[in-house]
């Protein structure tokens, strides 16, 4: 294999450093990458992040052909000037010399990485050296060294053509009959982005555009909003930023402020279980949750104080006086506001999220029998917990108040233990096995296959309690006693 043996080389003259800026227009040549890419219907990258583990490698050039498989490639700004007179030799164990280049320690990332995910992977990967300074013809020149150990097959100059780069990649990564799966490589080596697999999507799913540049966007000294409907990937995308930011500078402080704290510790175990599914370690006491429902003043807080970066899921759910502290205090810092879209931004940028993950959730709008909605519930539950498990369920009520005549009227009835979900519901002293019982603003990270939401018929937006629905909603209705009886008679499928 190329280079397996001889991946460094040193020349009697000092070799360019990598470091050192490029003032050569390579634009054209990044061109051809891109289009060879589009035309094998692939993915062409520049300076690709792969992290795995604590490590971090950057591949100057990365290109994924579905028919083909990886090639990768890694610029060298050597000139003329700087290689005149020089020779190289193959790289030895006795020899101490730092190495000229790194592909073979960048391969090595790459099989790790793909291997830890995919637990077996055969996808082909080659390498290439993209000399972005040197043509052909200066190459020809050097010394014979450079020839023996270079093969020109494996080299792009600064004047090679699109249909030459296409040749070279044609001899070093024959078609395949059977293409590899996009998202199962690609998604592997952007594990830190990926949507998690399901049962539904095994090898999970790629994130929008609008989400992916949303990642890729260096925010700093700023506060952002992060607009969004319900459903549309910003809990998801707070979580992969922090996980990005804490990959790209370990030593970053952040803090994640939710509505609940069972909210919290849900974003939690998604991000360690973003850990575990992508190969991935980062220090998980540099990433902080807090949750504004206690008595304490945030900005007095070792969390806040600390935090270089502050994410504030939902917050048009908390108080605005919570909301103009978070700004007033943030210093420096960048803030990050998510938002449901009806909301005006408190911010100096905005980004908008277009897409929904929401199914069309069917629901159904009955009338509370007689006026009372608990004897209505059990009726309707009594249908349903005869094909359906209790913990599949969430009944939303409009206040606390009657949260316990509930639990117990619903105990008794059933002969099951409902779980009673309020502000201080933690996940490290209790579970969510069994009938969930809660109220709207408590419903803060939590999807269930069936929800029963009890409201008055006065109400009209249902969108946010229905959003915790994955499958199907069933609205009870009562009458509001300062007003008119709304449509109590209809019933909306």
């Excluded at 990598?18 to 520049?46: N, W």
Aim: charged content about 25%; some cysteine; glycine content about 4%.
């Amino acid at each position: 294999m190329f280079f397996s043996f001889y991946n460094r080389f040193f020349s009697k003259k000092s070799l360019p450093d990598p470091q050192v800026q490029d003032t050569h227009d390579d634009t054209i040549q990044k061109e051809f990458f891109a289009l060879i890419a589009k035309e094998e219907k692939g993915l062409f990258f520049e300076n690709f992040n792969l992290f795995y583990q604590e490590n971090r490698s950057v591949i100057d050039l990365l290109l994924f052909l579905p028919d083909r498989g990886l090639l990768f490639g890694e610029k060298l700004q050597w000139s003329l000037e700087s290689l005149e007179g020089a020779s190289v030799e193959r790289a030895s164990k006795k020899n101490k010399k730092l190495s000229s280049t790194h592909l073979e320690t960048t391969e090595t990332a790459i099989r790790r990485k793909l291997e830890d995910i995919l637990s077996f992977d055969s996808t082909v990967c080659e390498r290439f050296f993209w000399m972005s300074c040197l043509c052909e013809e200066d190459f020809d020149s050097l010394d014979s060294s450079f020839h023996q150990l270079l093969p020109k097959e494996r080299l792009i100059f600064s004047d090679s053509a699109q249909e030459s780069i296409h040749r070279k990649f044609d001899l070093l990564t024959p078609k395949k009959e059977e293409p590899y799966s996009t998202l199962k490589v690609i998604g592997s080596l952007q594990s830190h982005t990926l949507l998690l697999p399901s049962d539904e999507k095994p090898y999970g799913a790629f994130l929008s555009e609008e989400q992916q540049n949303f990642l890729e966007t260096d925010y700093s000294d700023t506060v952002t909003t992060l607009f969004g409907e319900y459903n549309s990937g910003k809990s998801t995308l707070i979580i992969r930023k922090a996980l990005l930011s804490l990959l790209l500078n370990p030593k970053v402080k952040i803090l994640i402020i939710t509505p609940t704290l069972i909210g919290g510790e849900i974003l939690r175990n998604e991000f360690i279980s973003l850990l575990e599914y992508g190969a991935l370690d980062v220090d998980l006491s540099s990433l902080s949750f807090y949750s504004p429902y206690s008595t304490e003043r945030l900005e007095e807080l070792d969390c806040f104080q600390t935090a270089s970066i502050i994410m504030c899921d939902d917050s048009y759910t908390m108080n605005k006086k919570f909301i103009e502290t978070l700004i007033e205090h943030r210093e420096k810092r960048w803030l990050l506001l998510s938002m449901h879209n009806e909301y005006t931004p408190f911010s100096d940028s905005a980004c908008i999220l277009h897409n929904n993950y929401q199914k069309n959730i069917i629901y159904t709008k009955v009338p509370a029998s007689s006026g009372k909605p608990l004897l209505t519930l059990l009726l309707e539950l009594r249908i349903c917990l005869q094909s359906i498990s209790a913990e599949k369920i969430m009944v939303i009520l409009p206040d606390d108040v009657h949260l316990a005549d509930y639990k117990e009227a619903i105990d008794e009835y059933f002969d099951i233990n409902t779980r009673i979900l309020n502000r201080e519901f933690s996940l490290q002293y209790q579970n969510l096995d069994g009938l969930i019982l809660t109220t709207s603003n408590n419903t803060y990270g939590l999807h269930v296959p069936y929800v029963y939401y009890i409201t008055s018929d006065k109400e009209k937006n249902y969108t946010y309690p229905l959003s915790r629905a994955s499958e199907s909603a069933t609205i009870i209705s009562f009458t509001n006693p300062k007003g008119e009886n709304n449509d109590q008679n209809s019933k909306e499928r």
